[in-house]
């Protein structure tokens, strides 16, 4: 078929299942929106700011389990993708962004809107292409989605400069290269390795079972829930890893790390085997790395040999994909009894839940997060954007299944919440979406209001507003002698006025007792995303919480009373 290079894009894009794209438009990228014009298959989703166009990407992705798709023109518009894509690599999440550039014999001559885009995303993407022959548009196309949905996932970049996309080429779909010649992530499981792990865990009298993003992203969960069950093991998992396995389940521990839950930190704490698996031991699980599980046997499971001995040297690795490996360790084990393990691990929990004051006439955020659950039967897809409130919804938001629960964790991304929720809406229609988000997150990315109004999206956007920076507030509180340096958020919009504004429905609460009738209000509007003012207590923190770059031993379980303000040391309970 005879067709420019932007039409071959785009028949190309509907050959990898593309059905939403989202974008903004600009000159190098006309050819591209042309393309797409009256073009049946796929529905272009024009957002406010091409970040929010990454973002929603990264939220369709998450949610569906599909490769995400977003356009930008040359310039600023590419340059506006870069937080997207480094925070879609820093959690392995599948998204191809196409930019526009300029024509190539302007390439290197500072052209109008001329920006080396590749060379700028060159460290935030798996990989990324500049084309410069029109009839490698297709293949290109075709890696990109390879290379992003294969191994371990991650964002893809796509540059072509406008001359490609206007130069006429013979597409052929049959004729289309769809695999890099040098790309392979075909890691077969080793069943020695295997054999040595169930020894291992065979062996082990109190083993801890550490599962993080990586198996979601390879659809183990049933794996790790056989697994589970025959061995008896708890198990923890990252903020990433949170629908991994059931979290009203006995056996789940909830997240560990920072803000982690005692059990949880504990029990890694004391284990005398670690399996990890689908998780990459970052700095907000372990702390100070010298003392995190030093007495304990460490397995480690992953798809990317890269994260073996990076931050921790585990005693037994095993290359490939969790579902495989998950898979075939549960054949290989055994079934074993561990109820003194797991009723100390138990009392643990039962003894230090996540909780929050509940007399004192205040409207905690937990209570709000706490009601939440209880009103959609802990049921809903949440997003979260980043800071206190993401921590408190970790903690009291339960997820029973994977991508039910969607937040920024590596590069913690504020503005990350509203355009992913309008993703995550979008790839699941039928879903009950809620956003929860402080009033410092929703500021950043606002705009993107608009898109949620009138594609009629009925997201509920939870903003437990607290007039502060909230986590950075907390820090300043704990570590600073209370020095509020530029934290206050006292000056900020009528959020009710404004939703009112973009045509999106609103409420506000500022009682707890009701708190239940505002949520339950806001269930009921279903034509249209409905924002919710909750003004929450100002100067909540968030606990447990282990200082960052300690250890377990200096976990803070509680807030401290007013005479114990002056020594955080006596708000800490040894374990």
Known sequence: MKMNGAEALVEQLKREGVEIIFGYPGGAALPIYDALYGTTGI?????????????????????SG?????????????????????????????????????????????????????????????????????????????????????????????????????T?????????????????????????????????????????LYVGGGVINAGAASEIDALVRKTNIPIT??????????????????MLGMHGSVASNWAVRDCDLLIAIGARFDDRVTGKIDEFVPH?????????????????????????DAKAVAGALVQAVALRDRSVWNDRVEGWMAEHPFDYPRDDGA???????????????????????????????????????????????????????????????????????WLITGDGSI??????????VVNKLPIKILILNNKFLGMVRQWQAMFLDGRYSETDMEQAPDFVKLAEAYGAASLRCDKAEDVVSTLEAARNITDRPTVIDMQVLKEGNVFPMIPAGS????????????LEAGDLDKANIPG
């Open 66 to 166: 599909r490769v995400g798709s977003c356009l930008a023109t040359s310039g600023p518009g590419a340059t506006n993708l870069v937080t997207p894509l480094a925070d879609a690599l820093m959690d392995s999440t599948p998204i191809v962004a196409i930019t526009a550039q300029v024509a190539s014999p302007m390439i290197g001559k500072d052209a109008f809107q001329e920006a080396d885009v590749t060379g700028i995303t060159m460290n935030c993407t798996k990989h990324n292409y500049l084309v410069k022959d029109a009839t490698k548009v297709a293949d290109t196309v075709a890696q990109a989605f390879t290379i992003s949905r294969t191994g371990r996932p991650g964002p893809v970049l796509i540059d072509v400069p406008k001359d490609m996309l206007l």
């Open 168 to 208: 006429e080429v013979d597409y052929d779909p049959e004729k289309v290269v769809t695999r890099p010649r040098s790309y392979t992530v075909d890691y077969p499981v080793d069943p020695e390795s295997i054999d040595a792990a169930a020894e291992l865990i065979a062996k082990a009298e109190r083993p801890v």
């Open 363 to 433: 409207l905690h955020s937990q209570y709000v997060l706490d009601e939440l659950w209880k009103a959609t039967n802990g049921n809903a897809l949440v997003v979260t954007d980043v800071g206190q409130h993401q921590m408190w919804a970790a903690q009291f938001y339960k997820v029973k299944r994977p991508r039910q629960f969607i937040t920024s964790g590596g590069l913690g991304t504020m503005g990350y919440g509203l355009p992913a929720s309008i993703g995550a809406q979008f790839a699941c229609p039928n879903d009950e979406v």
């Open 43 to 63: 529905t272009h989703i024009l957002v406010r700011h091409e970040q929010g166009a990454g973002h929603m990407a990264e939220g369709y992705a998450r949610a």
């Open 237 to 254: 998992t990252t903020l990433m890893g949170k629908g991994a396995f059931d979290e009203t389940d006995p056996l789940s521990l909830g």
């Open 443 to 452: 500021q950043m990315c606002i705009q993107e209001l608009i898109v949620a």
């Open 296 to 320: 304990a046997t460490i397995i480690h499971a992953d798809i990317d040999p890269a994260e073996f001995g990076k931050v921790k040297n585990p005693h037994l690795q095993l290359l490939g």
């Open 551 to 562: 250890t377990v031993h200096n976990m803070i379980l509680r807030a401290p009373t007013a």
